[in-house]
Every structure is written in C-alpha cells, then in structure tokens.
C-alpha cells in the first residue's frame, strides 16, 4: 500500500471537480479563511473504544501541509472514553480543514474496527486462539482496515491473493475435487520456486481427513462446522496442522468455537459489519 497515493487521492477527490467546470479547491475555508490565519483544533473521542488511526492522521495533516504541528496525546491501541483528546494539530487554517474529513473518516473507520477486534480478542483471551480478519474488506482501504485489526489485537490473515493458495469450495469444484486442488497447488508452487502457504477450506471431517492425507497443506480451515465438528476435527489433527475455524461466527459463539482447541477464528464481520467511533476536530 502506497499510503501517500492514498491521501493524495482522497484529498484530490474532495477538492476536483471531476468534469473539470470549478477549479481545484476547498472553496468552503477559501471562501471565508484569510490564506495567512493559522489556528489550533483537537481530536475530541465521543465514544469509548479502541483508538486507531492516529499515526495515519499525522501522515494525512503531513502531506496536507508539512508545516501543521501536532502533538500526539493518545497513541493507537490505547482504550479512550467520551471528552479524551487524542492529538491538537496546530498551523494555517485552510490546511487544517482540508485535512479535517479525511482524517476523521480515516480514524472512525479504524477506531470502530479496533474496537470490534478488541472485544472479540478479549472474549477468548483465555484460551490459545487468535481472532484473524478476512479479506472481506473496503476496496482500496484493506490497508487501513487490517492495520486496524492490529491495532485492536487480532492478527492478519492473508493480505490478498498473492501472500498465500487459498483452496476454497470453487477451486475445490472446479477443479474436480480437493486432492486434484491441492496437488494442482502444490505443483504450481514448485514450478514458480514459490514459499508461499497453502490453506485449504474443508466442509467437513471426511475431508478433512483426505487433507491431511496428501501432507501438502500449511493450514486447514473448518468452514462452517458445528462447535462438536471442530472439537472432533481438534482431536483427529493433533496439532499435526494449524486449524482455524471460519463461518458465522459471532460474539454468541466464538467463545463456544474458541474453547474446542482449534488455532484461529476468522471473523469477516470485523472489517464489514462494525459501528465506527464517534471522533470529532474541533477548533478552540
């Protein structure tokens, strides 16, 4: 991830006019904003939660204008409440409210996440597991998304398609059975030299069983099995292989999925279904 491509984009598609009938410009703080005024704001937490995102602020404030001084007060990961202040950015006026929207949406977003991921880790911080993210993320901000996820305590599953051979029930089917995807794989890895992982998705204890087998896999994971499945699938690997169980789990069950022994939980829901933090820049 190019972080800087990221914020300049944003910050053009807030400020250009995409059919190019108004000049570039933040024609709100331009308006009404003399070019030389320069103020202070803070970052007011309206909420309680996870930060995440401040490092992320201070590269958008960074680019927006590399004289803007800020004084970080609350470091990410930290647990904050309503009235905490977070950070005061400090400088010419116009560049802190160019800046202003898209560090807050950056920060809620990741907040929220962090937050989400949180609570899940602190749920089964009693057992082994580990809670992992997907890659059911917002197009073009997975960065931050799983950044966010860190931040919170979870770890990252894959990145993308390129970081590991994940076989999942249409590879499995198109390729006419999961021994044929998973030799298929194997052979693939050889033939480019690669050292990536291979996980499999396995729909029940039949295959995982024909997984194990072929001794060519890194990680099996137990897509959409029952709490009992997953401890009976627990006892048949023994620990010969990584287990991570995937598929509706929620904050009724994951503690039920965690206790079974299997390694990780994977929980799309942390990057798709999360309420974000209530944050607000305000000038004094």
């Known amino acids: 991830m190019n972080i800087r491509d990221f914020i300049e984009k944003a910050l053009l598609e807030d400020t250009q006019d995409p059919n190019f009938i108004i000049p570039i410009g933040d024609h709100s703080a331009n308006s009404c904003i003399p070019i030389e005024d320069e103020k202070k704001a803070r970052l007011i937490v309206k909420d309680s939660g996870i930060l995440a995102g401040v490092e992320i602020a201070t590269q958008i404030f960074n680019i927006v204008d590399p004289s803007l ?7 990410d990961g930290t647990k904050v409440k309503y009235g905490d202040i977070a950070f ?5 006026t116009r560049s802190i409210l ?12 990741m907040s929220g996440i962090a937050t989400k991921t949180n609570h899940f880790v602190n749920k089964i911080a009693h057992t082994q597991c580990k809670v992992l993210d997907t890659r059911k993320t917002t197009p073009n901000f997975r960065y931050f998304e799983k950044l966010a996820v860190k931040i919170g305590g979870g770890v990252n599953h894959r990145f993308g398609l390129y970081d590991m051979i994940m076989l999942k029930d249409n590879h499995i089917d198109y390729c006419g059975g999961i021994v044929n995807a998973i030799q298929r794989a194997d ?10 992982p291979i996980e499999v998705e396995t729909r029940n204890l039949n295959e995982v069983q024909t997984v194990l087998e072929t001794g ?6 137990l897509d959409n099995f029952t709490v009992d499945a997953c401890r009976e699938a627990v006892l048949w690997v ?17 503690v039920d999925y965690a206790e079974t022994g299997v390694d990780f939980v994977s929980i799309g829901s942390l990057t798709y279904s999360y309420k974000s933090l209530d944050l607000s820049l305000k000038a004094f």
């Open 69 to 75: 001084k800020i004084e970080i007060l609350i470091k």
């Open 88 to 92: 005061i950015v400090e400088g010419k």
């Open 98 to 109: 160019l800046a202003e929207r898209l560090v807050l949406n950056t920060m809620q977003r």
């Open 187 to 196: 052979a693939y890895k050889k033939e480019h030299q690669m050292h990536v």
């Open 216 to 221: 060519l896999v890194d990680r099996i994971m």
């Open 238 to 254: 023994n620990r010969r292989l990584p287990l991570e169980a995937s598929g509706g789990i929620n904050e009724e069950t994951i």
